[in-house]
């Protein structure tokens, strides 16, 4: 059994890291709740806009060709991946790396062995690690969390909007962790661009609630305005969703972190008693032992 100086300078060390880690939780869970405010504010206002925009596309002629709905043969591709800056948040960052990996190496095995698959990353994690092992990675957007809103993400979306039309790639995908609630979270792969048609299910349903409009000035003039407008709130929610997959995975990891200190506290703490109470037994026999030869 360890002396009582180990166990003492243990507690002490353990319980700094319990403060630590639950002072980290509190931090996360507030920011946790101004995140999960805004996505679920925004993703309403995300889902109506696209099926506005799916509506008005139905209604246009079909021989009207936008640059952001042209199919193209997949042969150069974008991933967008989206982490964290920081760790501490469980398997978060290693989940959509996963995802983004075997993406690579199965759906776009093709395109990457001829060097035509190339990535966009959000936050450091994903930076760090795609560079290290070689990845073509043209731009890190590390930076995007320093002031999160729909006016930095905004000037992304324009930039991946413009290297679809310039024709640098054929298809661009976001990867990111949608979040669902504070304990999970969801690993998402959405095709951003060219703009993913509607299901016949949705097509249905549009059918169901068409409407005999009037557009001023015209559908084409509209939508050529509506689809940039979606694309920039698409790439915002995916980016805010994972700030708030974020911070829900970081709380409930101190939170765990702050248990498990708390548990090994309490084990600790039985041990050094153990220990006192030998030394104090140990203490007592010496001095009977002592008393008893001075006796005899």
């Given at each position: 059994?360890?002396?009582?100086?180990?166990?003492?300078?243990?507690?002490a060390?353990?319980?700094s890291?319990?403060?630590?880690?639950?002072?980290?939780?509190m931090?996360?869970?507030?920011?946790l709740?101004?995140?999960?405010?805004?996505i679920?504010?925004l993703?309403?206002?995300?889902?109506?806009?696209?099926?506005?925009?799916?509506?008005?596309?139905?209604?246009?002629?079909?021989?009207?060709?936008?640059?952001?709905?042209?199919?193209?043969?997949?042969?150069?591709?974008?991933?967008?991946?989206v982490?964290?800056?920081?760790?501490?948040?469980?398997?978060f960052?290693?989940?959509?790396?996963?995802?983004?990996?075997?993406?690579?190496?199965?759906?776009?095995?093709?395109?990457?062995?001829?060097?035509a698959?190339?990535?966009?990353?959000?936050g450091?994690?994903?930076?760090?690690?795609?560079?290290?092992?070689?990845?073509?990675?043209?731009?890190?957007?590390?930076?995007?969390y320093?002031?999160?809103?729909?006016?930095?993400?905004?000037?992304?979306?324009r930039m991946?909007?413009?290297?679809?039309?310039?024709?640098?790639?054929?298809?661009?995908e976001?990867?990111?962790?949608?979040?669902?609630?504070?304990?999970?979270?969801?690993?998402?792969?959405?095709?951003?661009?060219p703009?993913?048609?509607e299901?016949?299910?949705?097509?249905?349903?549009l059918k169901?609630?068409e409407?005999?409009?009037?557009?001023?000035?015209?559908?084409?003039?509209?939508?050529?305005?509506?689809?940039?407008?979606?694309?920039?709130?698409?790439l915002?929610?995916g980016?805010l969703?994972?700030?708030?997959?974020?911070?829900?995975?970081?709380?409930t990891?101190?939170?765990q972190?702050?248990?498990?200190?708390?548990?090994?506290?309490?084990?600790?703490?039985?041990?050094?008693?153990?220990a006192?109470?030998?030394?104090?037994?140990?203490?007592?026999?010496?001095?009977?032992?002592?008393?008893?030869?001075?006796?005899?």
């Open positions: 059994m360890a002396g009582l100086k180990e166990v003492r300078i243990r507690i060390s353990v319980k890291t319990e403060q630590i880690t639950n002072a980290m939780k931090v996360a869970a507030s920011k709740r101004r995140a999960q405010n805004a679920l504010k993703r309403p206002y995300a889902a109506k806009l696209r099926e506005i925009m799916q509506n008005l596309s139905a209604s246009a002629d079909d021989t009207n060709e936008n640059s952001y709905t042209e199919v193209r043969k997949a042969e150069r591709i974008l991933l967008v991946v982490t964290s800056n920081r760790g501490l948040c469980g398997a960052n290693s989940n959509i790396i996963k995802l983004a990996v075997s993406r690579i190496n199965s759906t776009y095995k093709i395109q990457n062995q001829n060097h698959v190339d990535l966009i990353t959000v450091k994690k994903a930076s760090d690690f795609f560079r290290k092992q070689k990845y073509q990675v043209i731009e890190s957007w590390d930076n995007v320093d002031s999160l809103t729909f006016e930095t993400v905004a000037p992304k979306a991946l909007m413009q290297l679809f039309a310039d024709k640098k790639y054929d298809r661009i976001l990867i990111y962790n949608q979040f669902k609630n504070a304990a999970v979270q969801r690993q998402m792969v959405e095709q951003y661009l703009l993913v048609p299901t016949p299910q949705e097509q249905t349903n169901e609630v409407a005999d409009y009037i557009f001023e000035p015209d559908i084409e003039t509209i939508l050529s305005e509506l689809i940039p407008k979606t694309l920039r709130i698409q915002f929610k980016i969703d994972s700030f708030a997959a974020e911070m829900g995975a970081r709380m990891a101190m939170h972190a702050t248990e498990n200190a708390r548990q090994l506290l309490k084990d600790l703490r039985i041990s050094y008693n153990k006192r109470q030998n030394q104090i037994t140990r203490e007592i026999i010496e001095i009977v032992s002592g008393a008893e030869a001075l006796k005899g």
